[in-house]
Each structure stands twice: as C-alpha cells, then as structure tokens.
C-alpha cells in the first residue's frame, strides 16, 4: 500500500512510539496529584513544552497543550473576543480549515460580526483587502499560513504587520507548516499560533497553542488549573512527551526534508 496525504495525518515515527511507552507502561500516574509517583511527570512534561518550543523559537512558557490544532485554533478565537469583549469582530479567509469556519459560523448565530475574506483565483490574499476590512471593533484575525488543500502559503509576516499597525490581534494556523519549513514566532510576529502534533509522526489527540508573552489570554478549557492557569484538563503525558520528540525529529530533519519535497514537487 502507498499512502499520499500526509497533509491529513502522518505515521508516528518508531522513535517517537519508543519516548511514549514508558508513559504508557510504567510512568502512568497523575503529574497534577501531588504525591512523587504522579509529580515527577511534571518533569517530563516541560521538557517536552522546550523541545516543541525550540521548533517555533519560542519561550516555553509561551507554549499551551492542547487537544489539537481544532481546539487551538478556537481557543485563540474565544480568548481575543473575551478578554476585549468591546470588539465583536472576527476577520478570516473563505479557505480556512472548517475549525475556524465553523466556529465562526457558531460565533455569527451569537451576535458576533464575521468577515470571510475571498481568495484570488491562483489562492492567494488580496493584502489590501485584509487591511481594509479590519475595523475598530476587530478582535482578532485568524489567516492559516499553509493551506491543507492547494498548498498555497500566506505571507504571515506581512499580514502580522497589518494586524499590529491597526491593533488587532493575530493568530494563524500552522497545523500544515510544522516539520515542513522554518517556524519562528519572534520574525513572523505573530500573537497566536496553533500545531498539531499528528502532522509530524506524532499521535492524534495532541496540539499546541502559542500565546505570545504578555498577550492577554482567557483559557477556553476550564478545570483544575492545568498549563499555569490555561487549560484544565488532566495532561496527556504520553503524548506530550511524543510531541516533544516528534519536534526533536523535524527540527534534525527539516533541511533534508524540505529539500526533498520540494524535488517531488518540482
């Protein structure tokens, strides 16, 4: 069998299965409990958060771990219009991933403003466009980097830079850019940005947000204080720490392998 769509999931890596299992089989207890055999695992946990940090240039405490790219991107969404709730304006693309469509769909139907900016007939974003339609009450404009469709690449750096000279927050979906080419948060600018870790041999069920420092942020996951504060939930171990070894890998990688699918491509 060939498979051809690494675009929707990828095969975790062997190396990846190995840095896993001993959190499956041995280290299974609750890094949130506070007795040793679960408190170690905290341990575990942050190094993860620097390894998948080094893969964005990030500050690991910049780093959120999510469910998936899904609930990043929502998260990013809900947490600009709650922490300024005098803007009630979301400004996309017509070619997002149904995370964001459909979640502004929902947004729509509970008063919120929604622009779906059109694409050019090659995909690519009519810059004036976007600059034009941020209002005064835009909240946030969410623009993926890499479209999952036709391949077609936004340029994030210019669209962060219109975003900060009208002060509306940005975040973009780069669930199909990690492990692809180079991702530094601190160039492109950026006040969000969402991964998920099954687009780079890890498992399903992981992702990230990033939350820029000193960007305001309302957790979307509330529970038992997980994540300093932003995301309750009991921590998914074995797949953060998978996470942070599939970033190892596509950062040693990520030379080689952009050389060869840009070949394939050619």
């Not at 910049?62 to 809900?78: D, K, L, M, P, Q």
Request: glycine content about 6%; some cysteine; charged content about 25%.
């Amino acid at each position: 069998m060939y498979y051809f769509d690494n675009n929707a999931t990828t095969r975790v890596a062997p190396e990846v299965v190995d840095a896993m299992l001993p959190f499956l089989r041995e280290y299974w207890g609750n890094p949130s409990s506070a007795y040793h055999f679960g408190h170690q695992l905290a341990k575990s946990i942050e190094e993860a958060r620097a390894k998948v940090a080094a893969l964005i240039n990030a500050d690991p405490r910049e780093i959120v771990f999510t469910s998936c790219g899904t609930e990043s991107n929502n998260a990013a969404i809900h947490s600009a219009l709650v922490t300024h709730p005098e803007k009630r304006h979301v400004l996309t693309t017509s070619v997002e991933h149904s995370a964001n469509i459909k979640f502004c769909d929902y947004l729509q139907k509970q008063g919120y403003a929604i622009t779906l900016l059109p694409v050019e007939s090659d995909g690519s974003l009519d810059l004036h466009l976007l600059e034009q339609s941020i209002r005064p009450d835009t909240a946030i404009v969410s623009v993926m980097w890499a479209n999952n469709e036709t391949g077609v690449r936004f340029p994030i750096e210019e669209v962060a830079a219109i975003c900060r000279s009208k002060s509306a927050l940005f975040h973009t979906d780069a669930v199909q850019t990690a492990g692809k080419m180079k991702i530094d948060v601190k160039d492109l600018g950026v006040d969000f940005l969402s991964l998920s870790a099954h687009k780079l041999h890890a498992p399903k069920g992981i992702g990230l947000l990033y939350v820029k420092r000193r960007t305001k942020y309302q957790p979307y996951v509330i529970g038992g204080g997980q994540e300093r504060g932003r995301r309750g939930g009991t921590e998914n171990v074995a797949n953060i720490v998978a996470f942070g070894r599939a970033a190892e890998l596509a950062m040693s990688n990520l030379q080689d392998e952009s050389a060869r699918v840009r070949a394939l491509r050619d």
